[in-house]
């Protein structure tokens, strides 16, 4: 899990939205999937929990710098 991950299920949304002001940074340290859409153990990602979680701000803030509606192995969707 990363802290943005953390922040998104948390709910805590002013840390969420500090955190999304260094992605870009992050994703030149990330080379596989960038901080915005890394998955958890189980495959969850800040914005999959955010949505879970009733987030509803945090979803927004996300989806708009970019997180994906990246697939959990079992079909789901963040905002299924």
């Known amino acids: 899990t990363t802290p943005l991950w953390a922040a998104a299920k948390n709910g805590h949304t002013l840390l969420v939205q500090h955190l999304l002001g260094n992605v870009g940074q992050w994703r030149i340290q990330e080379n596989v999937l960038g901080v915005l859409d890394a998955p958890s153990k189980t495959g969850a990602t800040a914005l999959y929990m ?31």
């Open 50 to 80: 955010a949505a879970e979680h009733g987030h509803e701000q945090i979803v927004i803030r996300l989806l708009a710098a970019g997180a994906q509606q990246v697939s959990m192995g079992d079909g789901t969707t963040p905002l299924w």
